[in-house]
């Protein structure tokens, strides 16, 4: 038999670590789970160790800590805490794929020491690659990783290009659902809520992501996700919505053919792609009703409206640590206008002004990137709002 495929999940206690450890669970025979990471979900986190039985769990809390230890001690679980653990982690000698399932920019660290201890990438946090796509993309080429896209869009177009591999790209269609605004204009948007904004249409989400729909951020940095996942100019990614989140994304060959990749929305066929490739495992989920989704629709995204979409595009021709600064910002300002402290329009009016308002450094090592994150939040937070 076949050894079994060792798999650690970094956030598993998150929407796209839960879903996951559904998708090890439907093949027991094909994974070794071998590392579980949380924040502060101790409890789930315990939960989920129980039930899978890793070999290490990380809870990030320290406050915690005693208390998941306590509860696996007669499993023979191995646990740490903090964030040199979480770092240590992704080394060990089991492990063949991190699934890097953190939100933001704190799993930056433990993907690049991943790929330096030579594992390959299931990669759903996008931020890794706004904020250092150069370093992480040619970190991953040096040691001979792949990385994996996990991301629905990014794992469709991913999926288009398989057997395409001579064929050179024309462009590609990130599509987008627009959000729960699509169609409103800035006027109808001033005092929209949080629970409004956290109100997905077709996915079920972390809370920074989801909000990161509403404002189109999340596009944004899935246009600068693509450019370093696929090698492509920013002339060649367009964004087109697609309010019914089916066709997932599509590439346009240089004959002028285009290929999509349709489904259910439903991140457990991208996770499983990721952990399966270039396999294809036979699997139980919902099969395409297209009676269920028989209109199609496209439109033009509304940049004047989702301003984030914007600087995601002017980040990306800025370069260096643009993307870095934005990222940053943004991450602050979602959490503001999740704690009721600024206005929807403010997120985006506020990510801009940090944007423009920050010098860039055009060859950024990891140093670079730690600084400038650290002031870009810091201009956020200083603008005493
Ligand atoms: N959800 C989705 O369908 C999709 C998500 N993505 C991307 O995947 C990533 C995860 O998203 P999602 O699952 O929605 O997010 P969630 O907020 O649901 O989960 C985040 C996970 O990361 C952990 N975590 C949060 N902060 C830290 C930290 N500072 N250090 C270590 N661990 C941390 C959380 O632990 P705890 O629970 O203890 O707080 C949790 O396990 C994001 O980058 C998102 O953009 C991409 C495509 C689709
Ligand atoms: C499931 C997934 O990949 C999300 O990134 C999703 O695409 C969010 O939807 P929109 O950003 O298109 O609203
Ligand atoms: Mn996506």
Redesign the pocket.
């Known amino acids: 038999m076949e050894k079994k495929k060792g798999i650690a999940i ?8 839960t879903q996951a450890l559904e998708v090890i669970a439907a093949f027991p025979d094909q994974f070794e789970l071998v590392v579980l ?5 101790a409890d ?1 986190l315990i939960d989920q160790a129980k039930k899978f039985q890793p070999n290490t769990v990380v809870i ?1 809390d320290e406050q915690r800590y005693e208390e998941v230890k306590n509860a696996l001690w007669e499993d023979d679980i191995k646990v740490y805490t903090g964030d040199e653990a ?1 770092q240590q982690v992704v080394e060990m000698g089991e492990i063949q794929v991190v699934l890097t ?4 920019f ?2 930056l660290y433990p993907t690049l020491r991943a790929i330096e201890a030579g594992k390959n990438i299931a990669l ?4 890794t690659l706004v904020v250092a796509g150069d370093l992480v993309t040619r970190k991953a080429k040096e040691k001979g990783v792949s990385i994996y896209p ?3 869009e990014h794992s469709a177009i991913f999926q288009c290009l398989a057997g395409e591999y001579h064929n050179p790209i024309d462009k590609i269609y990130l599509t987008a659902s627009g959000g729960p605004f699509l169609g409103k204009k800035r006027n109808e948007l001033v005092s929209v809520s949080a629970e409004e904004a956290l109100n997905h249409p077709n ?1 079920d ?5 989801t909000i990161d729909s509403a404002t189109m951020m999340n596009k944004g940095l899935e246009v600068i996700e693509a450019y370093w996942l696929f090698g492509l100019n920013p002339e060649q990614i367009d964004v087109i919505v697609h309010p019914q989140s089916v066709v997932h994304s599509l590439v346009q060959f240089s004959d002028g053919s285009i290929k999509a990749q349709i489904g259910n929305p439903d ?1 457990k066929l991208p996770i499983q792609y990721a952990l399966t490739y270039p396999y294809r495992f036979p699997g139980e989920t919902p099969r395409f009703d297209f009676m269920q989704y028989s209109n199609w629709t496209f439109e033009k995204p509304d940049k004047e409206t989702f301003r984030n979409l914007q600087l995601a595009y002017d980040a990306l021709e800025m370069g260096g640590t643009a993307p870095c600064v934005l990222n940053a910002a943004n991450e602050e300002t979602v959490k503001l206008f999740l704690d009721g402290k600024i206005s929807f329009l403010q997120i985006a009016e506020i990510n801009e002004t940090v944007l423009r308002s920050t010098e860039i450094i055009i060859s950024p090592d990891l140093e670079d990137y730690k600084r400038v994150d650290a002031l870009a939040r810091e201009k956020v937070l200083k603008g005493c709002f």
């Open positions: 970094l956030g598993s206690t998150g929407s796209v670590g990471t949380a924040n502060t979900n789930l990030g979480l399932a953190i939100v933001g704190a799993g759903a946090n996008k931020e996990v991301d629905s996915w989400m972390g809370n920074k992501i991140m």
